[in-house]
């Protein structure tokens, strides 16, 4: 596609549950971003992938958040027993390099509600 | 750690209005800086960058330079719209860092 796809664009969970949430980054873009964004705050940083490699997962908050990206495209976030402040919209982005000098070009979102 | 500090808002101003919205990083090294801009209904979509000391950057009329001395990087345009009415995010991004750090956001209303 054009640009940064995820899926679904909402998601509803009874707290305790597992979810998933999908990101088609654009293509031929080996970097690979997601991040999280509460209400009235900026973008809060998850894990960073360069290929099919975490090259740096030091926002995940707890090991109850996952995140793989097995042929370096296509990545999936994994949240396990959700709890009610795992709410946010969970952004992802990627870029063609992931340098300094490069743009970082961001999907619409997926906003996780857990009830 | 690395961080952005971002004029709280929301900012209402009218149209043609002059703009300012502060912002001000700490950084371990010397960092790329940047203002995102996410409009209603739409993803996050970078206004502009600078990548150095001094430099400037420009877009859609909006301006910003790098400013190591006052750490700062301040989100200007002359005249704004009502089509600017969005939430703006200054960020920076270091070398040896390939994340990108968000400020909280500066929600911007312009009236007609």
């Known amino acids: 596609g054009a640009g940064v796809s995820q899926t679904p664009s909402n998601k509803v969970t009874e707290k305790g549950k597992y979810v998933e949430l999908r990101c088609d980054p654009i293509?031929?873009?080996?970097?690979l971003y997601w991040y999280r964004q509460s209400l009235g705050q900026g973008p809060e940083f998850l894990i960073y992938?360069?290929?099919?490699?975490?090259?740096?997962d030091s926002g995940l908050p707890n090991d109850r958040f996952f995140a793989v990206r097995p042929e370096g495209s296509v990545s999936t976030l994994k949240i396990q027993r959700t709890e009610r402040g795992d709410s946010a919209v969970y952004l992802c982005?990627?870029?063609?390099?992931?340098?300094?000098?490069?743009?970082?070009?961001f999907g619409q979102g997926t906003r996780l509600t857990v009830v | 750690g690395n961080s952005v500090t971002q004029m709280e808002g929301p900012v209402t101003l009218s149209e043609e209005a002059f703009l300012t919205i502060n912002c001000t990083y700490t950084?371990?090294?010397?960092?790329?800086l940047f203002w995102y801009v996410q409009y209603p209904g739409e993803g996050l979509q970078l206004l502009l960058k600078?990548?150095?000391?001094?430099d400037k950057g420009s877009n859609k009329g909006f301006e910003a330079t790098y400013r190591k001395e006052t750490t700062s990087f301040h989100l200007e345009k002359g005249s704004v719209q009502v089509s600017d009415s969005a939430v703006y995010f200054c960020?920076?991004?270091?070398?040896?860092?390939?994340?990108?750090?968000f400020g909280k956001g500066t929600r911007l209303h312009i009236l007609p």
């Open positions: 600078a990548t150095k000391a001094d």
């Open positions: 293509s031929g873009h080996t970097a």
């Open positions: 950084a371990t090294g010397y960092p790329s």
């Open positions: 992938f360069q290929g099919t490699g975490a090259a740096d």
């Open positions: 982005a990627s870029s063609n390099s992931g340098g300094l000098n490069t743009e970082a070009f």
């Open positions: 960020a920076l991004s270091e070398l040896s860092h390939d994340k990108i750090i």
